[in-house]
């Protein structure tokens, strides 16, 4: 019965331990509703520490076409997004027109992008942690100058 | 033994694991590289250019930007296109109308303190001056219905910074680099239009007022 408690408590805290690793980058958020067409509904969290997991096993010939796709800007969107690690929070771009409202700001090392709009709201939040590793991963994938 | 080695086990797994799930998120690895780079912030200049235009006319509709100048600095060179290159801007100096900016910014920066242009006219109030390694252009425009008003307040140093560059270029980055280092809450560029009001600034905040 002992033993039986020790293996479950063992079990247990494997869990635990593989949730905290599995959170510990944390989440990616996204909302996104739209009210044309029929209205689309996506709203997803997943753990960060499935991006580079899933960039690993991505098929490589769609990562270079990617990488290819943005390669004039890969070098600042690297940069930016290590810069963005030192700014965990600020407001950086605020657009308010008559019925649209755009911001997109870091708050808690997370990159937020907000977008509402009549019949279409967008909110996305990203560490900013895996914008670096994506911006790694899609220049290692970019053909040499 | 092996009861033993499962006696052993759980003991450490779940020390390990109660251990970091209590533990603040900032102690992770990643954290703690994040916060000790939040210590690394504040000893660097921290420095913010605000930009802000608001329309009067529309109702409501207002633009925003604020860019830590340190990132702005990095990012600016990574970026080509057009005419920007490298963190410098080239221009065409035929569509200048044969205007040494050169000649004459040495002429201001060798220059006393003081008014170089004064004009007042029924159309427009014009004064450029320099004080205190600051040069200063106001330009009030009386035809409006609203007398609109342009004012700019630029240290020496960065106009010096951005025509530092070769013929025909002006470095961004140089001047940013200058802007920070001049330090100090500054409000480079107040412009009170009919239609819009546009302001540049710089402070150490990361949010604009």
């Given at each position: 019965m002992v033993l039986l408690a020790k293996v479950a408590l063992g079990i247990t805290s494997a869990l635990a331990m593989a949730t905290v690793y599995t959170f510990h980058e944390g989440l990616i958020h996204v909302d996104v509703d739209t009210v044309e067409d029929g209205g689309t509904h996506v709203h997803f969290w997943v753990p960060a520490t499935v991006v580079p997991v899933a960039l690993e096993f991505a098929p490589r010939h769609k990562l270079r076409e990617a990488a290819e796709r943005v390669k004039p800007l890969l070098p600042a969107l690297r940069i930016l997004s290590k810069e963005l690690e030192n700014y965990p929070t600020g407001d950086f771009v605020e657009v308010q027109d008559h019925d649209q409202h755009v911001k997109i700001r870091t708050r808690n090392g997370s990159l937020l992008i907000d977008v509402d709009a009549p019949g279409e709201n967008v909110h996305l939040r990203v560490p900013t942690k895996t914008l670096d590793h994506v911006a790694r991963e899609l220049e290692a994938n970019a053909s040499p100058e | 033994m092996i009861r033993s080695k499962l006696t052993l086990l759980p003991a450490p797994i779940f020390f390990a694991a109660t251990a970091l799930l209590f533990t603040?998120?900032?102690?992770?690895p990643q954290t703690a590289d994040s916060s000790s780079t939040t210590q690394v912030v504040s000893a660097r200049s921290d420095r913010w250019l605000h930009i802000r235009v608001d329309n009067k006319?529309?109702?409501g509709e207002l633009v925003r930007v604020n860019v830590p100048i340190d990132m702005a600095e990095k990012i600016l060179p990574a970026i080509n296109h057009d005419q920007l290159r490298h963190g410098k801007i080239h221009f065409?100096?035929?569509?200048?109308?044969?205007?040494d900016v050169r000649t004459i910014l040495d002429a201001i920066r060798t220059?006393?303190?003081?008014?170089?242009v004064t004009v007042q006219s029924n159309e427009n109030d014009v004064r450029v001056a320099k004080n205190g390694g600051m040069l200063f252009v106001n330009v009030t425009d009386k035809t409006g219905p609203k007398h609109s008003k342009v004012e700019v307040k630029i240290p020496m140093k960065v106009i010096d910074a951005l025509f530092s560059?070769?013929?025909?270029?002006?470095d961004v980055v140089a001047a940013l680099h200058a802007l920070s280092a001049h330090g100090?809450?500054?409000?480079?560029v107040s412009v009170k239009g009919d239609d819009n009001d546009v302001r540049i600034w710089m402070d150490a905040k990361n949010v604009s007022n």
């Open positions: - | 603040p998120y900032a102690s992770f006319e529309s109702k065409d100096s035929g569509k200048l109308n044969d205007i220059s006393k303190d003081g008014e170089y560059a070769g013929k025909d270029e002006v100090g809450d500054t409000e480079l």
